[in-house]
């Protein structure tokens, strides 16, 4: 039976990294992968009892992360529906390169820690489409902003999904992990922006900018007020969890109702057909469920592995091929490139336990910046880089040439920082 499990698990998991390749969608795996995981641990009578009980805990912790998400994409389309990411936009103003690119890279990197990585790295894309033509040195800086929205999602407990998990997961509390790996993930912006402000010659030929709101029946008092009480109610959900000890999941729900209620009377004078796009009810219909339901099936899978205590076994192994655990989490995050950051974070969670490693070891902070940078080392070890690739269509080799050896030099050197840091 355990034999059959990890066996639909691994082909399960093959099939999600060949998304591409086989042309479905990697939910569609992970729901029937999860569903398929469970039904293999019902039937064997052996376990029967035992994970019809524990398939509600395993889900309760689950729908925490699904709900946060939720609440999250949603605030973000929502801004997005009235052009509130057209203020950054406004705000680059710098025709000298150095300036430029230190502003992308920035901008992006702290961007990213309120939004999330993915998110910003598609409002990124959009600016440097507006503002740069050339093909070279565009592709350039979406490596780079690639590289920055990862750095800038790892040390926020908002702004990557697998810290998102970490923090909800008690495995750290929001004002540690900023403390504690802030720096490494300011290096890993940084050595890059450094080396491809060397490499990109000469001066960077920008578009004009013109701000164009795409939503004639929303003003720019509208435009204004949603982008930043938006903003805010993304940073409150922290300090919400902080007071109240309520689960993050309850702040950004309770984010999500303010903002529900702020657009309803923004817009309470309008006839339905007028509020088109900028309604809640439109955001939650445009935001990325297929992402949702990846990781409802992803995590439920890797919670029956738990359940046959297939993790524990694993986690033994670990702590005997390397004994030191700053190597684990390096090497997590190297194979977070090739392969899904998200289940081999949950996989952590389950096979080390909060008595073996308390709430803001040394070990999680690690695995935050390790699993939150090294995705960038390959265009598809990201959610940002397979964005990035899939709308601008920039080559897998080209990047591996290209921005492959940065990426890996920005990570080491974060990571050096960090243990020096620990030391």
């Known amino acids: 039976m355990v034999i059959l499990l990890l066996v639909v698990f691994i082909v399960g998991y093959l099939l999600i990294t060949l998304e591409h390749a086989i042309h479905i969608n990697k939910a569609a795996i992970a729901l029937i992968t999860a569903v398929l995981c469970w039904t293999i ?47 950054i936009t406004e705000k680059i103003k710098t025709t000298k390169k150095s300036k430029f690119i230190w502003t992308i890279a920035l901008l992006t990197f702290f961007l990213s820690a309120v939004l ?29 902003v690639i590289i920055s929205s990862n750095a800038g999602g790892a040390w926020s407990p908002i702004g990557d999904v697998t810290t998102t998990m970490l923090w909800i997961g008690h495995q750290m509390t929001p004002l540690n992990i900023i403390k504690e790996t802030f720096l490494a993930s300011l290096t890993c912006m940084v050595i890059p922006t450094l080396i491809i402000n060397y490499r990109l010659k000469g001066d960077i030929q920008l578009e004009e900018k013109i701000a164009i709101n795409h939503n004639v029946i929303s003003t720019a008092s509208d435009r204004n007020i949603v982008f930043i009480i ?53 955001a939650l219909r445009k935001i990325d469920t297929p992402s949702i339901l990846f990781f409802l099936g992803i995590l439920m899978s890797i919670a029956a592995l738990e359940q046959v205590g297939l993790l524990t076994s694993l986690a033994s192994y670990f702590d005997h091929q390397f004994s030191d655990i700053k190597m684990i989490a390096i090497v ?47 265009i598809i070890g990201s959610a940002a880089g397979v964005a990035v690739m899939g709308i601008e269509k920039i080559d897998f080799f080209w990047y591996l040439k290209n921005i492959s050896w940065i990426a890996l030099i920005g990570f080491l050197t974060g990571a050096l920082v960090f243990i020096l840091e620990n030391a």
């Open 332 to 378: 997590i995050g190297l194979l977070s490139s090739v392969v899904d950051n998200v289940p081999m974070v949950a996989a952590l969670q389950s096979m080390y336990s909060l008595d073996m490693y308390p709430t803001d070891h040394y070990f999680w902070e690690f695995l935050a910046y390790t699993a939150g940078t090294g995705g960038s080392v390959l």
């Open 230 to 282: 938006g903003i805010i109610c993304m940073l409150f959900v922290p300090f919400f969890k902080a007071i109240t000890d309520l689960p993050p999941y309850m702040g950004m729900l309770c984010s999500l109702g303010i903002m529900w209620v702020l657009t309803e009377l923004l817009h309470h004078n309008k006839v339905s057909d007028e509020k088109g796009n900028l309604s809640v009810s439109h």
């Open 41 to 87: 641990i019902v039937m064997n009578p052996a376990y029967k009892n035992d994970a019809l009980l524990a398939l509600g805990h395993h889900l309760s912790s689950v729908a925490e992360i699904v709900f946060f998400l939720l609440g999250a994409m949603t605030i973000v389309e929502l801004i997005d529906a009235h052009d509130g990411f057209q203020n």
């Open 116 to 144: 999330d990585n993915l998110t910003s790295t598609i409002v990124m894309l959009s600016i440097i489409n507006k503002l740069v033509k050339e093909k070279n040195t565009k592709w350039h800086l979406l490596g780079l």
